[in-house]
């Protein structure tokens, strides 16, 4: 019988297997950021020990660093997690891309783009949205702090082995409807639980048709669907984008690496514990309107009326998402009016999704009421974007063009949406105060948060494509 890539990179990463407790898995790549490693160093350090792979383990500094200047960081908390990182990456010799590198960026975009991130394997990170790595065929997950010590002291992880579940988009989607959406539109239908105790592969022509980009962008919003991580068979897109990065296999040791790699994807007749089939045309520009993921509607429907609530509950958490959001049962989404627009985030802050928010914005202007930024995920987006004239189409426009860093996809520097001012967010959480106390956060893609600063709220771009652009 055939076995899913989930399956074969399991049983090749088993160091210890006893009947009733978890698998010890041996872990490949450990990424690295300067909020969930100060605990974890400390403990190696009172323990006396080292870090056992530092080959194997990279470090960045994205969530608190400021985007405008480097060089002056106000918060007390936030320098002393970024000196932390430095000391402690000094002190056990692991690779850093500190605030002056070439090569900084947010982890989950630096991973993939540096080469780091290669197929077959197993990746951890003290972050949720460890999954991104999973569009390149790894098994990528998100890890605690007392996990993220396990793993630097040992290279090891115990895991409990996950229930597989096969996600198949089939057919087309329409010129406007991205990734982005295709993810907000699977949490919309099937809501933040349904990837509980799984691990999802995503399949089918709509994903095969993707480039690397925008699977990265599917694979990242796994976790918002409850899954331990989401991944894709690795194939000729996924060599493609690898080939000639820093940290990928040498040109002379390619085509034996690709032909392993090539091994891992699941095979035509593998089985899984669950399967869902999508269809790519019922899918749409889609906006959340409310506060978690699966609060989320078609651009050209309305938000949910509580007569149509299934259950009090879901009467009570649309009533109360919608007190927060400050907006009205039955509304029309095209009618929410917004004041800001963030382009960037894990989810959305790669090349191609600055090129499609650029040709949306080239010759416009951001409405008098937004403020607009736009923030690249990696110095080396920064660079590769300027080197295109992308951040000049942006500035004519009326954004702000930053620094690489999370940024506003958090708040926890000064990037904060004012309370009770909404934000169309390429980003993937919605929760109350996520980008600030009383901020109000509309996740959407980067094609439609540029409409929504020239309009001043939400377009279907879809028409827009057809007109305009
Ligand atoms: C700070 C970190 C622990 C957190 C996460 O793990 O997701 C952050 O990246 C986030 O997106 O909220
Ligand atoms: S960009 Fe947002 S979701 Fe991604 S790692 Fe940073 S804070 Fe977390």
Redesign the pocket.
């Known amino acids: 019988m055939g076995k899913s890539i989930i399956e074969k990179i399991w049983e090749k990463h088993v160091v210890h297997r006893e009947e009733g407790k978890p698998d010890l898995l041996y872990i490949d790549l450990h990424l690295v950021h300067e909020?969930?490693s100060p605990q974890a160093f400390s403990g190696l350090r009172l323990k006396n020990r080292k870090v056992r792979r530092p080959d194997k383990t990279f470090a960045t500094m994205d969530?608190n660093i400021p985007t405008i200047n480097r060089k002056v960081i106000e918060d007390t908390v936030a320098l002393n997690q970024i000196t932390t990182l430095e000391k402690n990456c000094k002190e056990f010799n692991v690779t850093l891309a500190g605030l002056d590198s070439p090569d900084q960026g947010i982890v989950h975009v630096i991973g993939p783009e540096l080469g780091l991130t290669q197929p077959g394997m197993t990746i951890v990170c003290?972050?949720?949205?460890t999954s991104t790595h999973g569009a390149f065929g790894a098994l990528a997950f998100?890890i605690g702090t007392s996990e993220v010590e396990h793993v630097l002291a040992t290279q090891t992880l115990w895991q409990s082995k996950p229930k597989t579940l096969k996600l198949e988009i089939n057919g087309q989607l329409a010129k406007g409807v991205t990734a982005k959406d295709v993810i907000l539109f699977i949490l919309s239908k099937y809501g933040i639980q349904f990837g509980t105790g799984y691990v999802i592969e995503y399949g089918g022509e709509v994903i095969k048709n993707m480039t690397m980009e925008e699977r990265m962008t599917i694979c990242n919003m796994s976790i918002e669907g409850g899954a331990r991580a989401g991944l894709v068979s690795p194939d000729e897109t996924t060599f493609q984008y690898l080939k000639g990065r820093k940290y990928a296999p040498s040109q002379v040791e390619f085509d034996e690496y690709k032909d392993n790699w090539s091994d891992l994807a699941s095979d035509q007749d593998a089985t899984y514990d669950h399967v869902i089939q999508i269809d790519g045309k019922d899918i749409a520009p889609m906006v959340s309107w409310g506060t978690n993921p699966s609060m989320t509607a078609k651009v050209d429907s309305q938000i949910p009326k509580s007569l149509d609530c299934k259950t009090g509950l879901e009467k009570d958490s649309l009533e109360r998402a919608l007190t927060y959001m400050g907006l009205e049962e039955g509304q029309k989404i095209k009618d929410i009016q917004i004041q800001h627009v963030f382009i960037g985030s894990c989810t959305n802050s790669r090349l191609e999704d600055l090129q499609v928010a650029a040709e949306m914005v080239k010759g416009k202007k951001v409405h008098p009421q937004v403020r607009a930024m736009v923030v690249p995920g990696s110095q080396r987006v920064k660079r590769l974007a300027e080197d295109q004239g992308l951040d000049q189409v942006f500035i004519e426009a009326g954004f702000e063009w930053r620094e690489s860093g999370?940024s506003m996809?958090?708040s926890m520097n000064n990037d904060v949406v004012p309370s009770g001012e909404h934000c169309a967010s390429t980003s993937n959480?919605n929760f109350e105060g996520r980008q600030g106390a009383g901020a109000r956060t509309h996740l959407v893609s980067p094609a439609m948060a540029a409409a929504a600063a020239i309009y001043g709220h939400f377009v279907d771009v879809r028409e827009l494509y057809k007109v305009e652009v």
């Open positions: 909020v969930t969530h003290g972050d949720s949205h998100g999370c996809c958090l959480r």
